[in-house]
């Protein structure tokens, strides 16, 4: 089936780094959407995209649809503490059907 | 105007009991979804509903898992006869249309089985 393949796993930065992180699939995505998880909660999301090639922020939050449909990032700029939770990548692939499948997710750390 | 609201938040089982999970759409929503998270994992979708009709139970597993969605009242996802693989976090999802891929989560249900 569908997956989606979202590295990194986990990063360790310090407080004004700026992160970024990516999503890649093997298949062809309709939508590509990033969450944001806090401890005890359900996601929240952060930046919902539709077309191939579109950039959208969000704050400080940027977010991009990879040209070949296939892959996303996010970039978080001047991170700060409040930062810290679990990023999903999610999207609808575009092989019919209507669920959203999610990454494994990348935790975030940051060091004040 | 109230989000997703799921019920219970928290939810204690013995083996071979029932668990009931509950989930009421943000209003104005007719599609639900529902999801499961493993400690330190994704969410693995589940099933997906409108009122009165399952449109996609591809995640769900064949046997002891049932999910409804009646014309009045809350979607429901059901568990029989739990087992100790079954403890997750159960979450809910609503959107406003079909296929609009930007989903509102509730909070989520813990189970634990012991």
């Known amino acids: 089936g569908q997956q989606l393949n979202q590295s990194p796993q986990s990063m360790f930065i310090q407080e004004g780094e700026d992160v970024s992180m990516n999503c890649t699939s093997s298949?062809?995505?309709?939508?590509w959407l990033w969450y944001k998880q806090d401890p005890g909660e359900g996601p929240v999301l952060l930046i919902a995209?539709?077309?191939?090639?579109e950039l959208t922020s969000n704050g400080r939050l940027t977010a991009q649809f990879g040209i070949t449909r296939k892959d996303s990032f996010l970039n978080i700029s001047a991170s700060i503490p409040s930062d810290v939770g679990i990023y999903f990548c999610a999207g609808q692939p575009n092989t019919g059907g209507f669920k959203t499948i999610f990454g494994a997710g990348t935790r975030l750390f940051v060091k004040a | 105007n109230a989000g997703v609201m799921q019920n219970p938040r928290h939810l204690v089982r013995r083996r071979g009991q029932e668990a009931r999970l509950r989930c009421s759409p943000m209003?104005?929503?007719?599609?639900v979804y529902w999801y499961r998270q493993l400690p330190e994992e994704g969410l693995k979708f589940m099933v997906y509903?409108?009122?009165?009709?399952?449109?996609?139970e591809s995640g769900m597993p064949k046997e002891r898992f049932s999910a409804e969605f009646p014309k009045e009242g809350p979607s429901i996802l059901r568990i029989q006869q739990v087992v100790r693989g079954d403890s997750a976090a159960y979450f809910c999802?609503?959107?406003?249309?079909?296929?609009?891929?930007?989903?509102?989560f509730g909070e989520g249900s813990r189970l634990t089985v012991l």
């Open positions: 298949s062809i995505f309709n939508t």
């Open positions: 995209l539709y077309k191939a090639g």
């Open positions: 209003k104005g929503h007719s599609h």
């Open positions: 999802a609503s959107s406003p249309r079909q296929g609009a891929g930007e989903l509102f």
């Open positions: 509903l409108q009122k009165e009709n399952i449109i996609d």
